[in-house]
């Protein structure tokens, strides 16, 4: 069986403080009612100009600032969503980040297997900050973003879209592959890769996920257990 996993980064290979500095950004802007669950529902694992639309949106910051015209609204989006990036890109500079050493083993792991994979972030930072992370494979040193053989993280303007795109660009370089697998860890990434008849590995590390395989550590899961649920799937 020839598959592909497309991974999620935030939260899933990575753990980032993009939750932080959305809430500072949006304290920055006079909110103060921004919380975790607000974070999970409207802003994780959606791209940086969607998920800053739905604070300025719901928050009621375009009203408040008196954006009445769409122009209005995309200049306050546009100064938003950057300057929430600044914080976070300033965060990652000092090294405010930790690195999920279980999932990246999981990923080796499986690499070895002949698996293929794809990073799939809906933001543009993931490359860069996976670039910035030293991983040792037999000895040999590699950056994280070393290990993935297709990269189209924050290349699409949706979620959806961009596991598209990471569908797209594995069929061209890996013709032969015919199973995709998605690993992630917020409702709205499962939500999308089901909707493209994906098959979704959870990883409920706080949220409760609709999926077709859940776990809580990656050290619940090996590519034998996936492996065997596929082939039930099929009904192999």
Known sequence: MKAA?????????VFTPHEEAWKKAAEHYSVKDFDHDFFINY????PRYEGADNILRLKGIYKRLGARTEEEKQKILQEFAEFKNKLVNEMFDR??????????????ETKGA?????????????????????????????????????????LAPTKKAVFELAIKELKSKFPELGVFIVIEDSPT?????KELGI???????????DADLTFK??????WEKILDRLKRR???
């Open 189 to 193: 990434g499962v939500e999308v890769a």
């Open 5 to 13: 996993i497309i991974w999620d980064f935030d939260g899933v290979l």
């Open 95 to 108: 090294g405010e980040y930790g690195i999920n050493n279980e999932a990246i083993k999981f990923l080796i």
């Open 217 to 222: 550590d990656f050290r619940e899961i090996s």
């Open 199 to 209: 098959f979704t590995l959870g990883y409920e590390r706080e949220a409760k996920l």
């Open 114 to 154: 002949g698996v293929k994979h794809a990073l799939a972030s809906a933001s543009k930072n993931a490359p860069k900050l996976a670039q910035k992370i030293k991983i040792y494979v037999n000895g040999e040193e590699k950056t994280l973003l070393d290990l993935f053989d297709v990269n189209v993280s924050g």
């Open 234 to 236: 099929s009904g192999a």
């Open 43 to 46: 802003v994780s694992g959606k």
